[in-house]
């Protein structure tokens, strides 16, 4: 089945990027795969530095007229924008599974959970509000003013195609910026069918663009320009840094959301079979390709062996397979590459000791994609690269460590701080355990922490800044402060 015809509105397939309110083809092509059969479903035109160029000069000019649109007419754009992406939810969630192989019904919720940005930063646009500050002067008044920061540009992963958009586009626009998306080369039928809903609602030409092809050029531009004054990121921790020391040329505003190794910690008071399903909601989502994703179970000794039984059941239980078939639980990995990488991480485990429970193998003879089976390791040194590294794939392992302090250490010995998840009944052990890891976002008996009026973000080497809630509108905002001198005269 070609890609128009799992598409209820056909329209919503482009190719070319969107640059001024106008459909741009060009040069060459670069070949979008599904990865649950390697076939390829499109080719897209590469824009490259002429059209990135050309994108962030329509987004200066509309800027200028854009920060003056009433917040209230903004805010009634972005609500028919919300409106016509759960209008096409069925769509958007097919083209999520075919560019990156998401199962369906994972990515039916992962347009819900985007529009919901959309929904929220419309209503967060009337309420950017300044303060009446008091001053030591007298005769004075003081008060801060929160003003657009201009053009955005903003570059996305692969693994979210339409929320990671949403997330950050939404209250940028919400807050008066205009925008330049540089979508992920292996997603970007998601990132142009949000352009023509954009469109299609009312968004002014040269407020929303899309740019597409190679990644060095367009970004390069990005961070180079002087007209654009913010980047926002969400990717690998390496590609961070490269674009905050490019954007220092400029003294940019970055906004990072980075890598992570995110800790999945189980006291031994935990409700072991709740915890067990907590590993599963959180690990194996979208195949374990998620920077939330728990990359380490720490356990008590005490019920470790009871939780690596429980998880064994359930892990044993999950099917692999194309997204859109209905009893598929974990669909393929983005390319082959990410394949071999796990399948190396999972090698390199069982040549250290650790038992592989159940998995443990890329299943691309039996299933023909890019597909590796949900796996559960047991023990293992916790130095391991399968512990230390983000693995972004459906393995879960599991690491022993007796006291609160050693579970503290074990969690913190990373350089990333994104998301910890914690299991425990003890209400005591709640505020010590998240007061002393080292994360942005913690969840308590809860296996996802993400939502649109919550800040979503981390510490250390895991990103800058906040994206959610009235956070995350005024990561795009310049605070101004204003002094009155005279009014007693």
Wanted: with cysteine; hydrophobic share 45%; proline share 5%.
């Amino acid at each position: 089945m070609s890609v128009t015809e799992r598409l209820k509105d056909p329209s919503l397939y482009r190719t070319d990027s969107f640059i001024d309110g106008q459909w741009v083809g060009g040069e060459g092509g670069v070949d979008v795969l599904n990865p649950a059969n390697n076939e390829v479903i499109a080719t897209i035109g590469d824009v490259g530095e002429a059209g990135a160029r050309q994108a962030v000069a329509a987004a200066t000019r509309a800027f200028e007229t854009w920060k003056k649109v009433s917040p209230f007419q903004r805010a009634a754009l972005l609500m028919k924008w919300h409106q016509l992406i759960l209008e096409n939810t069925q769509d958007l969630a097919s083209l999520i599974t075919l560019e990156m192989g998401k199962v369906n019904k994972e990515a039916q919720g992962e347009v819900a959970y985007g529009a919901s940005f959309v929904e929220w930063s419309a209503e967060e646009a009337k309420r950017v509000h300044g303060e009446t500050l008091s001053t030591p002067f007298p005769g004075s008044r003081g008060w801060t003013i929160r003003q657009p920061i201009g053009v955005v540009g903003c570059i996305t992963p692969w693994n979210f195609p339409v929320a990671m958009i949403t997330r950050k586009c939404a209250p940028a626009l919400a807050a008066g910026c205009t925008m330049v998306i540089k979508p992920a080369p292996e997603t970007p039928l998601s990132a142009l069918a949000l352009a023509e809903l954009a469109k299609r609602a009312g968004i002014p030409d040269g407020v929303f663009n899309v740019v597409c092809g190679d990644a060095p050029s367009i970004g390069g531009v990005l961070t180079s320009s002087s007209d654009v004054r913010m980047v926002g990121f969400t990717g690998s921790t390496a590609v961070g840094k490269l674009l905050m020391s490019q954007a220092a040329s400029t003294v940019k505003r970055v906004a990072l959301e980075l890598g992570g190794n995110a800790p999945f910690i189980v006291m031994d008071d935990a409700d072991i079979e709740k915890a067990a399903d907590g590993v599963i909601a959180s690990k194996f989502r979208v195949s374990g390709q998620t920077c939330v994703s728990a990359n380490r179970i720490i356990a008590q000794p005490a019920i470790a062996d009871q939780l690596v039984a429980a998880l064994e059941a359930r892990v044993s239980k999950l099917k692999a397979g194309d997204g859109f078939d209905a009893e598929t639980t974990v669909g393929p990995l983005i390319h082959m590459k990410a394949v071999a990488r796990v399948d190396q991480l999972v090698s390199q485990a069982r040549d250290a000791g650790a038992r592989i429970v159940t998995g443990g193998k890329p299943l691309i003879e039996e299933l023909g994609g890019s597909f590796y089976a949900p796996t559960l390791i047991d023990g293992g040194d916790p130095a391991m690269d399968v512990s230390c590294s983000e693995i972004f794939g459906p393995v879960a392992s599991i690491y022993r460590a007796e006291t609160e302090a050693d579970i503290i250490k074990m969690a913190n010995d990373t350089p990333f701080g994104l998301a910890a998840y914690i299991y425990t009944q003890d209400v005591g052990r709640v505020h010590r355990l998240t007061e002393g890891i080292e994360y942005g976002m913690i969840g308590v008996n809860a296996p996802m922490v993400g939502a649109a009026s919550t800040p979503f973000g981390g510490v250390k080497e895991s990103g800058i800044g906040r994206e959610g809630g009235k956070w995350g509108v005024e990561e795009f905002t310049e605070l101004k402060y204003v002094l009155l001198g005279g009014v007693d005269q």
